[in-house]
C-alpha cells in the first residue's frame, strides 16, 4: 500500500520500496537480561511446584479428618505403625 502511495506520489511507476534488516550484535546488557529472566522463571515455577505439592498432602489430610478414616480403620484393628507407613508409601509414590 505504501509503495502504491508513493509510486502516485513521485510519478515513477518503476519504483519499488526496498526494506534492509541488519541486527546489530547482542549486547552484554541484553545476555545479563535474559540470564535473569530464565532464573526468575525457574523460581516461579519451582515455587508453584511446592505449592502443588503441599496442597495435595494437606488435602489428603483434610479428607482422611473429614471422613473419618483413620479411626474407622483402627476400630477395625490396624496397627498405627501399618497405617502410617502405608500413608507414607502412597504419598511418597504420588509425588
Same mark, same amino acid.
Given at each position: $500500500?505504501? /509503495?502504491?502511495? !508513493?509510486?502516485? #506520489?513521485?510519478?515513477?511507476?518503476? =519504483?519499488?520500496?526496498?526494506?534492509? !534488516?541488519? &541486527?546489530? &550484535?547482542?549486547?552484554?546488557?541484553?545476555?545479563?537480561?535474559? $540470564?535473569?529472566?530464565?532464573?526468575?522463571?525457574?523460581? %516461579? %515455577?519451582? #515455587?508453584? @511446584?511446592?505449592g502443588m505439592m503441599l496442597t495435595q498432602i494437606v488435602g489428603q489430610i483434610v *479428607? /482422611?479428618?473429614?471422613?473419618?478414616?483413620? *479411626? $474407622?480403620?483402627?476400630?477395625?484393628? $490396624? *496397627?498405627?505403625? @501399618?497405617?502410617?507407613? #502405608?500413608? %507414607?508409601?502412597?504419598? =511418597? !509414590?504420588?509425588?
Amino acid at each position: $500500500m505504501y /509503495e502504491a502511495i !508513493l509510486k502516485t #506520489a513521485t510519478g515513477d511507476k518503476d =519504483f519499488e520500496l526496498k526494506t534492509r !534488516l541488519t &541486527p546489530y &550484535p547482542v549486547t552484554s546488557d541484553v545476555k545479563n537480561r535474559s $540470564m535473569k529472566g530464565n532464573a526468575a522463571k525457574i523460581v %516461579f %515455577f519451582t #515455587a508453584v @511446584a511446592y505449592g502443588m505439592m503441599l496442597t495435595q498432602i494437606v488435602g489428603q489430610i483434610v *479428607h /482422611e479428618r473429614v471422613g473419618g478414616l483413620k *479411626h $474407622m480403620q483402627l476400630i477395625c484393628g $490396624m *496397627h498405627r505403625g @501399618a497405617y502410617w507407613i #502405608a500413608n %507414607f508409601l502412597v504419598d =511418597f !509414590l504420588k509425588l
